[in-house]
T-cell receptor
């Protein structure tokens, strides 16, 4: 199946700093990518839909100024958590559709101290 | 209202036995797709099986099969001949509006499956 990569896999940062997470489709083009957040022992919650060449669509309750999304090319979407706080600590995972399937990256575990 | 409902927070199954994980969904869109994913403790989401709303036959992939009952809006996952490596969280998910382009996928709350030797 298609491969989606994420970088970094794990990041620890101080409160108030910004963190950028990259999501790449390695062997297919993705005009749409999705960003999810998963807190421990919970399900994946969709944060936003990233669209190549246009603005991202955010889910209700997700602050677009805090979670900046840039989909600059057909293979790369980035999520920047600005001014991160401890409550932003979570598992962030991206996905991209290909055909009928939805492929996920391996996830990024963010810990904000 | 919940789009995807998984009523079993946890399940146990004996190794080599079959197990059914329940999933019901709610949509008014005639075109939709249903997924099952496995998430081991490492966190990666592993695609298992897909069923389109217009598919006439139940989807099967190796030891995984999807019991699709459209009128009941259920899409249960059946794992045959359970293996110790099947112990993980399992998520049912749905994508609506398939024919209109890529729409978001929403997830159920998950079922933690533990396979007992």
């Amino acid at each position: 199946g298609a491969v989606v990569s994420q970088h970094p896999s794990r990041v620890i940062c101080k409160s108030g700093t910004s963190v950028k997470i990259e999501c790449r489709s390695l062997d297919f083009q993705a005009t749409t990518m999705f960003w999810y957040r998963q807190f421990p022992k919970q399900s994946l919650m969709l944060m936003a839909t990233s669209n190549e060449g246009s603005k991202a669509t955010y889910e209700q309750g997700v602050e677009k100024d805090k979670f900046l999304i840039n989909h600059a090319s057909l293979t790369l979407s980035t999520l920047t958590v600005t001014s991160a706080h401890p409550e932003d600590s979570s598992f962030y995972i991206c996905s991209a559709p290909e055909g009928n399937e939805q492929f996920f990256g391996p996830g990024t575990r963010l810990t904000v101290l | 209202a919940q789009k995807i409902t998984q009523t079993q927070p946890g399940m146990f199954v004996q190794e080599k036995e079959a197990v059914t994980l329940d999933c019901t969904y709610d949509t008014s869109d005639p075109s939709y797709g249903l997924f099952w994913y496995k998430q081991p403790s490492s966190g990666e989401m592993i695609f298992l099986i897909y069923q389109g709303s217009y598919d006439q036959q139940n989807a099967t992939e190796g030891r995984y099969s999807l019991n699709f009952q459209k009128a009941r809006k259920s899409a249960n996952l059946v794992i045959s001949a359970s293996q110790l490596g099947d112990s993980a969280m399992y998520f049912c998910a749905m994508r609506e509006g398939v024919s209109g382009g890529y729409q978001k996928v929403t997830f159920g709350t998950g079922t933690k499956l533990q396979v007992i030797p």
